[in-house]
């Protein structure tokens, strides 16, 4: 017992009450129904899949992580899809940490949802692909890219918001964003980036390449918190943030 009120006592996480009984904690945190809460989750990765394949064929920069995965394959040779997947693994790794407990099921759901992804990543590539969105103008690429940042923001605050199954990355920030940062959207986005933006800086050092990196990039970087964070009162308001920890400050 002592360990135990040692490490949920630690200083970062002082003013966290974590509720103890899993009745307690589903009857705190727990707000909207689980059909509400399986759309958010479907629609989200559907909106998320599309706004990534918008990215990748409009050609006018991505997500900070995909960007980091394009450098590590123009360095070292390393598949793309593999760099992504293993990525994933990683922060599913660094949420068990996070959380100061083992979740299996979270784990295994993070890894599931990473597949599920990419299969429709593809999906939507093929299609944007087909109706030839990649020879547009380079306005309108770079418009429709954006457009795809947006597209994923409000994804990312949908199935945040659901709490069910979300890409590691994206619990992630969730994670930091209630447990850490008091609800701040736009610190956890930028906090969640620096690991990619540090693989982007290794691998622009000893390639001397800086690939992947265009206005869509800056627009994610700059703009995807504030994107999640007005989606969150904005876009079907009444799904509520669902937390499976208690959040920062909340009492």
Request: with cysteine.
């Amino acid at each position: 017992m002592f360990l135990y009120h040692l490490i949920y006592h630690l200083p970062v996480i002082s003013s966290t009450e974590i509720i103890e009984t899993e009745r307690e904690r589903k009857a705190a945190i727990i707000v909207n129904t689980l059909p509400e809460r399986w759309t958010g989750l479907i629609v989200g990765l559907l909106l998320n899949a599309m706004g990534q394949g918008l990215c990748i064929v409009g050609a006018m920069g991505s997500g900070i992580w995909t960007a980091a995965a394009i450098n590590l394959n123009a360095w070292q040779g390393w598949n793309i899809g593999i760099i992504l997947f293993v990525s994933g693994i990683l922060s599913a790794l660094t949420n068990q940490f996070l959380i100061h407990r083992v979740d299996l099921p979270r784990f295994v759901a993070e890894v599931a949802y990473a597949f599920l992804y990419g299969y429709f990543v593809n999906i939507f590539t093929w299609l944007f692909t087909a109706l030839g969105v990649g020879s547009w103008p380079v306005l309108a690429r770079a418009f429709v890219s954006c457009f795809g940042v947006v597209t994923f923001g409000i994804a990312i605050s949908l199935y945040q918001r659901a709490n069910l199954i979300m890409h590691p990355n994206d619990d992630t920030s969730n994670i930091l964003r209630f447990r850490y940062l008091h609800g701040n959207a736009t610190a956890s986005q930028l906090v969640d980036f620096i690991p990619p933006i540090i693989a982007i800086i290794i691998t622009w050092a000893f390639s001397g390449k800086l690939l992947g990196i265009n206005v869509a990039t800056v627009f994610s970087m700059l703009f995807n918190g504030v994107i999640i964070a007005w989606s969150d009162t904005h876009i079907w308001p009444r799904l509520k943030h669902n937390f499976k920890i208690q959040p920062a400050g909340r009492k």
